[in-house]
């Protein structure tokens, strides 16, 4: 075991031109880590706090620094992370910012692999991590709070259900992608794209369905595997607290109407994955429609959940859905993510490894979904940031990754 003998911190650019916190952790002997913490725009009201990244390096510097270098091991994670908490000193890392500990926590983990010599997923997943992948939910239409002026649900995800291999899978999302862009040039709607690199068309959302079915369908037609769609419906950013409904472009639904709409689209679309289609104080809505649907697709809380066992444990309690999405960068840790993973799949949640809007070319998730053995990933389709996690899902696959 080899102690952490420095961490430099410094600010970065992130996809959307944002800075964010990168960090380096150096251990004594020699290993070397790096990694940079994502950031949201549809951020749950639950999720640890992201600090201005200037102002998160100077509370890290000033109070997690110095008790890691020369006191932590690098290779025990749990303790690199609870050094982290107990640095912080709040529940929400409010003090160094979640921006720097997921900065630090993803590092470290890192500089551990390079001092083993092992790939990430296998020092974090162990010696037999490796032979299962995650399926990649990629997301080809969006708006939302990714895009101004498109569809009212933040993302339209291919999922490409029957693929044999990640790389089949990966390129089939990208198919998608594509197929829905001739689509749009064949009806001539102008789209760009969105902050994950999704399409952006101002279009409903009534023919952003249409274009999934079609596009999915030709797609699997083509490579010859079942391509099924999902959705991230963003619902508490849709939610209106006051008047107590769902805002669409054009309409307005009640919970009791959001519920059964969404019930059926799960139906008429046959949706493999719906992500928060309600509010996120809402466990009873999530409870109720996990009860119509849970049965035929994937009910993932993102908001409602917000990568944290204590909430994820009321969801467990009320039946409010059967899926957690899990950020690291919304909890904080390593470890936080790795506690809520594990506590979804002891209750039968499907976990979904996630990225976030406001990405780096870190690929420290893409290791994650491999070394829990998750189910699933979400991390777009298309776009630098994005494809860097898909490309090294594809090297893990091909078992040549280092870092
Ligand atoms: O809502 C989400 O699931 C994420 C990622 O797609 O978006 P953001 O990072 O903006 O919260
Ligand atoms: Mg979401």
Redesign the pocket.
Known sequence: MTLVSEIRLRQVLDSRGNRTVEADVVTESGGFGRAAA???????EY?AIELDPSEAIASAREHAVPRLEGKVFVGDQRDVDRTLRAADGTDDFSEIGANSAVAISMAASKAAADVTGAPLYQHLGGAFRGEEFPTPLG?VI?G???AADATAI??FLAVPVGAPSVQDAVFANAAVHQEVHDLLAERDIAAGKG??GAWAPSIEDDEAFELMAEATDAVADEVGFDIKFGL?V?GA?MYDEDDEEYVYRETTRSTDEQIEYIADLVEEYELAYV??PLDEDDYSGFAELTEKVGDRTLVCG??LFVTNVERLATGIEQGAGNSI?V?PN?IGTLSDAVDAVELAVENGYEPVI??????TEDTTIAHLAVATGAPYI?T?AVGGERTAKLNELIRIEQNVSRL
């Open positions: 994502p950031s949201g725009a549809s951020t749950g999720e997301n969006g939302g709070e990714h933040q993302e902050d994950e991230d963003a950013e992500e928060d993102d908001d999405l950020k919304q996630s990225h976030r809007s406001g990405e979400k777009g």
